[in-house]
């Protein structure tokens, strides 16, 4: 069992950055495949982006340029770097941690891109 913490959302001017952060407790950390999804009020849980344990990465088309994902397996850490925000990145965004057949999921921080 992996239990996923995340943080770091909130309110942000279009234009703005964030930066989430999701913790994982287990010490098998890089055993994982980390992801960020997200989930919009009324559409389906989308992908933004993944990273593997050796650093290897999936931006997707809609976030690439703007948002950056990192781990630090030192300190069981992902990361989602977001610039450049604007209303259509607002939405639910979750952690994943995926091995083989089995995948866990953080609780959701939100992040709201308004003036």
């Known amino acids: 069992q992996v239990q996923l913490v995340e943080s770091g959302g909130g309110l942000v001017q279009p234009g703005g950055s964030l930066r989430l952060s999701c913790a994982a407790s287990r010490s098998t950390f890089s055993d994982y495949v980390m992801g960020w999804y997200r989930q919009a009020p009324g559409k389906q849980r989308e992908l933004v982006a993944s990273i593997t344990s050796g650093g290897s990465t999936i931006v997707a088309r809609s976030v690439k340029g703007r948002f950056t994902i990192s781990r630090d397996n030192a300190k069981n850490t992902v990361y989602l770097e977001m610039k450049s925000l604007n209303p259509e990145d607002t939405a639910v965004y979750y952690c994943?941690?995926?091995?083989?057949?089995?995948?866990?999921w953080g609780q959701g921080t939100q992040v709201t891109v308004s003036l």
């Open positions: 994943n941690a995926r091995a083989s057949v089995v995948a866990y």
